[in-house]
Nanobody, 128 residues
Framework: VQLVESGGGLVQHGGSLRLSCAVS????????MGWFRQAPGKERAGVAA???????EYADAVKGRFTIAQDNAKSTLLLQMDSLKPEDTGMYYC???????????????????????WGKGTLVFISS
């Protein structure tokens, strides 16, 4: 299984970014996946997740601003981030878990050891 993130960068407060995670080695859409963020000095935490039923969950801090989606044709997990704030700064990781029936809520709350596969991350920096 390979997960490769892209799309990070430097954006001004209020701007938008779209992150992509190219997925290979598993049947895309059959498992729960998520986007996680690790800010400097903080633990990695879930920001958005989607399960095999297409149900999505979001961290309270990003609800209404971030949207997770799957591009099944391209086996790509997406994260549209709007109205970005300086506190959204961090390394963003894509992750997948192969436990059948894992819910989006479970994926969102999973820590580093709660997901089976991780990408190397893409850096997002929001200037004030």
């Amino acid at each position: 299984v390979q997960l490769v993130e892209s799309g990070g960068g430097l954006v001004q407060h209020g701007g938008s970014l779209r992150l992509s995670c190219a997925v290979s080695g598993l049947t895309f859409g059959d498992y729960a996946m998520g986007w996680f963020r690790q800010a400097p000095g903080k633990e990695r935490a879930g920001v958005a997740a989607i399960d095999s039923d297409g149900i999505t969950e979001y961290a309270d801090a990003v609800k209404g601003r971030f949207t997770i989606a799957q591009d099944n044709a391209k086996s790509t997990l997406l994260l549209q981030m709007d109205s970005l704030k300086p506190e959204d700064t961090g390394m963003y990781y894509c992750a997948a878990d192969l436990k059948l029936g894992m819910t989006a809520a479970e994926a969102l709350g999973a820590g580093y050891y709660g997901m089976d596969y991780w990408g190397k991350g893409t850096l997002v920096f929001i200037s004030s």
